[in-house]
């Protein structure tokens, strides 16, 4: 469940609570510079008002923080949150942001190859070793961070998007894949939701399983969801979100993992459908559908 902001502390440990006591997994805070929380100290205020509840970024902008200082808040939140943490990192894709802050937003291929070479500098880290590395972006020598994570070999780390060369990465480095299907264009202003369409998840799926090689069969593919509508009239929802998102026509729009329509009977058929063929276990949404999907949540967990 991907939630972003709230009034106050109690507040905040309120919507914590809900999470976990509807069944859901894992509360997840977005990275971006704009009206929501920074999501570092909100993961552990979340966990500190739970008891079992995971808690993740969704995702981190890698270009905000150098990978050794990611590395060691992972490592703190991780310790301080008894090993509930899950990291998602990501590429960034919002010009806008790095306009305000200051910083150059270079083209999208060169994001991906700085967050491969902070993804293995990451990953050492986390694992407990002394990091010697020099690459094109980053210089880390004989640096070791602590404390060292609650969790081995390290926090899980997930890495999310839409684009190959981001998909490449994670099947690669990954223990979470993220899909979001969208690619976001002329600076993240243009949403391409082409990636939606059944034929762009298969060739995703197809390239993920291609790049993980023998590795595939660890990892865990994960799909952000853009709406929950549960409803009696699955058409007619799909209808009126076709008018908004005119790439898309309303049985491409039944048809994707990242919209979920019908009622929970259906919702439940259809996310045991999109396993079988895609492999896609886990799915976050957001705060705003944390009621709606809350009974599909129960079912499937058998209670």
């Keep these: 469940m991907n939630v972003s902001r709230a009034g106050s502390r109690a507040d905040w440990a309120a919507i914590a609570r809900k999470v976990e006591d509807l069944g859901y997994s894992t509360l997840s805070v977005p990275d971006h510079l704009a009206d929501i929380f920074a999501p570092i100290p909100a993961l ?158 298969d060739e995703r799926l197809r390239l993920v399983k291609e790049a993980a090689g023998g590795r595939y069969d660890r990892l865990e593919l994960n799909a952000l969801v853009q709406r929950v509508v549960v409803t009696a009239d699955r058409r007619r929802a799909a209808e009126e979100l076709a008018t908004g998102w005119k790439q898309l026509s309303p049985d491409e729009i039944l048809q994707s993992p990242y919209a979920l329509i019908g009622s929970v009977d259906q919702l439940v058929d259809d996310l045991e459908a999109r396993r079988e063929r895609w492999g896609i276990s886990y799915y976050v949404t957001f705060e705003r559908f944390v009621d709606a999907f809350a009974p599909v949540v129960a079912r499937l967990a058998g209670s």
């Design 44 to 201: 552990v205020a979340a966990a500190d008002a739970t008891k079992r509840l995971r808690v993740g970024t969704n995702v981190l902008n890698n270009d905000f923080r150098h990978p050794a200082l990611i590395a060691r808040e992972a490592a703190t939140v991780d310790l301080l949150t008894d090993g509930r943490l899950q990291l998602g990192v990501g590429a960034g894709h919002m010009k806008s942001e790095y306009d305000q802050a200051g910083l150059h937003f270079d083209p999208g291929g060169t994001r991906v190859e700085r967050l491969a070479e902070a993804v293995v500098i990451l990953k050492r880290l986390l694992g407990g070793e002394q990091v010697n590395f020099t690459g094109r972006y980053y210089r880390v020598t004989d640096h070791t961070i602590y404390p060292l994570p609650v969790q081995r070999p390290r926090p899980p780390i997930l890495i999310g998007g839409n684009g190959p060369k981001l998909l490449t990465l994670a099947a690669r480095e990954a223990d979470i894949v993220g899909l979001t299907g969208i690619t976001f264009r002329r600076g993240g202003i243009e949403p391409d939701f082409s990636g939606w369409r059944t034929a762009g998840i």
